[in-house]
């Protein structure tokens, strides 16, 4: 899966998540401050996207996500990693 479709995906679950649009989801846009997210969100939507995508993400690897871009990255190299889901 590629970054393009891993964007879309993060937005289909964002708005699931918020019932809010995000047509200008940025790589620079801050997941709680920009989204309106707090972190009972942030943790909800990351469940999503772990059950999505078949992958695990570490609370030492959440910790340093703050923007959409950080998170897409992290997806990015967990979707193309053949150990991502152990």
Same mark, same amino acid.
């Given at each position: 899966?590629?970054?393009?479709?891993?964007?879309?995906?993060?937005?289909?679950?964002? +708005?699931? +998540?918020?019932?809010?649009?995000?047509?200008?989801?940025?790589?620079?846009?801050?997941?709680?401050?920009?989204?309106?997210?707090?972190?009972?969100?942030?943790?909800?939507?990351?469940?999503?996207?772990?059950?999505?995508?078949?992958?695990?993400?570490?609370?030492? +690897?959440?910790?340093?996500?703050?923007?959409?871009?950080?998170?897409?990255?992290?997806?990015?190299?967990?979707?193309?990693?053949?150990?991502?889901?152990?």
């Amino acid at each position: 899966m590629d970054r393009a479709a891993l964007r879309q995906t993060l937005i289909e679950l964002l +708005e699931s +998540e918020t019932g809010k649009r995000y047509d200008d989801l940025t790589d620079d846009t801050v997941l709680t401050d920009g989204l309106g997210m707090d972190s009972i969100d942030l943790v909800s939507l990351v469940v999503q996207v772990e059950n999505r995508l078949h992958v695990k993400i570490g609370t030492e +690897e959440l910790k340093k996500i703050a923007r959409v871009g950080e998170l897409l990255d992290l997806l990015t190299a967990k979707v193309s990693s053949p150990s991502s889901a152990s």
